[in-house]
């Protein structure tokens, strides 16, 4: 593999579906000023079954448990790194040619502004144990920074889509639809970009708990029920869906006690209970009719919508994801994986990771305010060395 000296970054994400650790190899350089990223290689290594187990409990609020959310830190940390090592050797790159890690971690918690608590947000998985192991420059930590200068922490991608799909000619929106969907709108003066509301998570759960499968292959069980207008309505008066960026959430929020709030309000007007299937048809009529008006409401001439994360594989959501859009006849809103502009939709939440570590590295601010809502740019990320 050819070696650009010290170009080389690693970015290291597990996000809001807790499903793997996305881990991308990326090749970032500033030439004659511009900013030249190529993403050379990604993967995704599935976590292990207990500590998968471990961090989906610390993700919900409970009784809180110090010694399970210790452990859980080191031992993803440990995991990162081991996983950072068997990839890098794997592809015949030395870790003394990685300039830095980036290590998003996994967030168990996101408390952002406007809520009932102070805001937080805490990210685990120890960069302590993943420089040791590696032995590379490793920076984590990245979202607090901007909620310490009260914006959201959240998300920090919209910038890093703009730098891959900014120079298309057409007014594009990025979607990833993970365990929580976020929207970059790239056409506007200022770049906006925040959390639609729940992405797979709730369908993953719906399907986990009636299924026993941690997703629904495809949408198929989904397209076998009928969406129950009354639960979707029911739904999408959720207050979270009126308010206006910046906004984030994550799994404290949409999770099943929430959905099961819902069903209970419902089972009060119907005389029968719901079936499982009408119940997960509509939890994707959820999400992709909350994408849909947030991208009438907020942005006026998208022509297109690039659809990155595991949510562009479940082909029903992503039929239900055009039809909301308003695709159908004389409307020329293309809806499509980053893949039809040939950027691999798995990699790229990890890959803009690599990019924060190049920013953090660089002394550069790795928030957008018009995003985050923070009160200025920030560097962001705390540098553990190698
Ligand atoms: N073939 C598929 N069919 C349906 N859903 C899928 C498929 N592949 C992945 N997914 C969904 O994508 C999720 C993982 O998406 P990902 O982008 O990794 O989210 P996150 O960033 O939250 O980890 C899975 O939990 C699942 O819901
Ligand atoms: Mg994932």
């Known amino acids: 593999m050819k070696k650009n000296n010290r170009s080389l970054y690693v970015g290291a994400m597990s996000g809001t579906s807790v499903d793997g650790l996305d881990l991308a190899l990326v090749d970032i350089q500033l030439i004659n000023d511009e900013l030249k990223v190529k993403v050379i290689d990604a993967k995704t290594i599935a976590l292990p079954f207990a500590l998968r187990e471990d961090l989906l409990v610390l993700g919900q609020p409970k009784d809180d448990d110090f010694d399970q959310l210790g452990e859980c830190d080191s031992l993803l940390g440990q995991f990162i790194g081991l996983s950072i090592n068997s990839y890098l050797s794997e592809l015949g790159v030395s870790g003394a040619d990685v300039a830095a890690i980036g290590s998003h971690g996994q967030t168990i918690r996101h408390r952002p502004p406007g809520g009932r608590t102070t805001p937080f947000t805490l990210q685990i998985g120890d960069p302590n144990s ?207 994986p980053t893949e039809f502009w040939g950027v691999d939709g798995d990699s790229l939440e990890a890959a803009a990771f690599a990019w924060l570590a190049y920013q953090r590295m660089n002394k550069l601010p790795g928030n957008m305010p018009t995003v985050t809502g923070a009160k200025g740019e920030r560097i962001l990320g705390a540098i553990f060395p190698g």
């Open 130 to 336: 993943i420089a040791e192991i590696t032995g590379i420059t490793t920076v984590a930590d990245f979202r607090r920074r901007d909620v310490a200068a009260a914006g959201h922490g959240a998300p920090l991608t919209p910038a890093f889509h703009k730098i891959l799909f900014g120079n298309q000619d057409t007014n594009i929106a990025v979607l990833n639809i993970g365990g929580i969907s976020n929207l970059t709108l790239l056409g506007g003066q200022t770049l906006i970009g925040f959390d639609t509301g729940p992405g797979n998570g709730l369908i993953d759960q719906w399907c986990k708990s009636h299924k026993d499968m941690p997703f629904d292959q495809g949408g198929s069980w989904a397209a076998s029920g009928q969406i129950c207008d009354g639960l979707l309505k029911s739904f999408l008066q959720d207050p979270y869906f009126a308010l206006g960026a910046p906004k984030s959430t994550g799994r404290e929020y949409f999770n099943l006690p929430w959905l099961e709030r819902h069903l209970e309000i419902i089972s009060q007007s119907t005389s029968a209970p719901l079936a499982t299937e009408d119940v997960q048809a509509t939890l994707v009529e959820l999400t992709t009719q909350s994408i849909a008006s947030c991208l009438r409401k907020e942005s006026s001439g998208i022509a297109a919508v690039a659809v990155c994360g595991g949510g562009r594989l479940n082909e029903y959501l992503m039929q239900r994801l055009a039809v909301n859009c308003g695709l159908g006849e004389g409307n020329k809103i293309i809806v499509q």
